[in-house]
């Protein structure tokens, strides 16, 4: 016998926008019509969202991902992982965030990625031949994406023909590729080769009107992570790495009306220049957004809507019967004030509410 949970009085972000009060059912992992309900939840006064994606986030553990849970970040859209048998078990983990993952990701030979204390010597490409070796090797893992560092130039990293070759090895499987990308330099290369989503927003200057669009002529999507570049410059303050030029990029882009997606680059690596918190910096990273020029409702769709959209996830970032049963109940409304986000008063991941 199954259990119907019913959220009642409830105002439902759409993506444009609030619905009128209603009831929200949910039975086993989905949600329902409505109906008779067992277990009924007061939501007067608060407003129901999907629940939040981070569209470039790390993983370490399981920790990570009860830390996503917490805050209501019920997906994380994992950018690097290794070994295989540990981004298995982490796909597996129950009441908790899920994840996707690119696994390994791709990068040139002398890069500081390459320099990471046990990065696999399968994600080192160095030419063309090799980029769609590595491209096989990921679909042989179940990647969902493959990720591309486009940060440095040869004998560091990837030449052109290189990255361009594998964006046309992914794209030949249907497979989406999102690029490292925090220079100008490093977009360029990027939008040349035509990846699917830039991630990061460039600390050396703001970018330039013919590559912003280029950009927008090829529907490229950006998940800029304002946290970490504001992180990022911080630590690295007089050496010209600037947050302002991260952030009026991010204008630029919302200008030019290029999809926006909410991430954080959220990590638990010891020693990295910057870690932002899981779960706690995805709220963080909404404020940066509305600060960059989004309005709320926008800066809440591409944490959920956009961010299912981008990347397939049919089955949540919308609150209708038949999708995954993944809520952030708040107390408030954030579609006029984003920091109403953080007033949660209820999460649910696949239909089990998360204590």
Request: proline share 3%; hydrophobic share 35%.
């Given at each position: 016998m199954t259990t119907v949970t019913a959220i009642d009085g409830v105002r439902v972000f759409t993506g444009d926008g609030?619905?009128?009060?209603?009831?929200?059912?949910?039975?086993?992992?989905?949600?329902?019509?409505?109906?008779?309900?067992d277990v009924v939840v007061d939501g007067a006064g608060k407003v129901l969202l999907p629940g939040l994606i981070d569209s470039h986030m790390h993983t370490l553990g399981r920790d990570d991902l009860a830390n996503l849970a917490r805050w209501g970040v019920t997906t994380g859209l994992d950018m690097a992982a290794w070994p295989l048998p540990f981004v298995t078990e982490m796909r597996a983990q129950a009441g908790v965030a899920q994840i996707l993952s690119a696994t390994t990701p791709a990068v040139g030979p002398g890069g500081n990625h390459a320099k990471m204390p046990g990065f696999p010597a399968d994600g080192i490409v160095t030419t063309p031949r090799e980029a769609h070796a590595f491209v096989e090797r990921r679909i042989a893992d179940g990647a969902d994406y493959i990720k591309v560092v486009t940060e440095a130039a040869p004998p560091q990293g990837m030449d052109q023909k290189t990255v361009n070759a594998i964006v046309?090895?992914?794209?030949?499987?249907d497979l989406l590729v999102v690029a490292h990308s925090v220079t100008t330099g490093a977009f360029r290369v990027a939008v040349e080769a035509g990846v699917d989503i830039s991630t990061h927003a460039p600390l050396d200057a703001v970018l330039d009107d013919d590559t912003v669009q280029r950009m927008r002529d090829a529907g490229t999507v950006s998940s800029p992570t304002l946290t970490m570049m504001r992180g990022i410059a911080t630590v690295r303050a007089g050496?010209?790495?600037?947050?302002?030029?991260a952030r009026d990029t991010v204008t630029k882009f919302h200008e030019a009306g290029i999809r926006l997606l909410v991430g954080t680059d959220a990590n638990s690596v010891p020693g990295v220049p910057f870690a932002p918190r899981h779960g706690e910096s995805m709220h963080d990273e909404l404020g940066l957004m509305v600060d960059a020029g989004l309005t709320p409702v926008e800066a809440l769709r591409g944490a959920t809507t956009l961010t299912a959209k981008t990347f397939a996830l049919d089955d949540r970032g919308t609150i209708e019967p038949g999708r995954r049963a993944d809520l952030l109940l708040v107390d408030g409304d954030p579609t006029t004030d984003v920091s109403a986000t953080r007033k949660i008063d209820g999460i649910w991941i696949a239909g089990k509410r998360v204590r």
């Open positions: 609030l619905t009128e009060p209603q009831r929200v059912c949910i039975e086993e992992t989905r949600i329902v019509a409505d109906g008779t309900a046309e090895a992914a794209h030949e499987h050496a010209g790495a600037t947050y302002e030029h």
